[in-house]
């Protein structure tokens, strides 16, 4: 079993791409989330979705977020999918861990939608 990973990098890609630090491709921002398009996409559409706060993952997230940000998250998640105009056909995932594939340990959903490429 791969190791647990239990405190928050400030240096994951993620976060530096929240502070602007590296690029991204996005799509949507507001107070509580900011989406942009996955740089390996494996459907038409691949977008992810991250929440402005300091959370490894859906766990961490959804056990220690204040629940305006929880809220405002999940309602982000569906502002991107009706900006992308998908909202009739998607499908949302989230790896949580190692064990759960997880690569980048800053909470994401991803937004999946399409013929796989
Ligand atoms: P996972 O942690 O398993 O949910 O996967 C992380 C996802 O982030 C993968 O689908 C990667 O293709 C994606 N990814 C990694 N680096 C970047 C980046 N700089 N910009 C956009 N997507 C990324």
Redesign the pocket.
Known sequence: MPAKVTSYDRNN??A??LRGE????KIYEDDFALA???????AAI?V?VIPKGEYVSFVDFTALAPPELQAGFWRAVGAVARKLGVEDGFRL???IGPG??????HF?V?VVSGPRP
């Open positions: 890609i993620f530096k791409i590296l690029p991204s491709k942009f398009h996955d740089i390996h996409p494996k691949h992810l995932a989230s790896n759960g594939g997880q690569v980048v340990f994401h991803h």
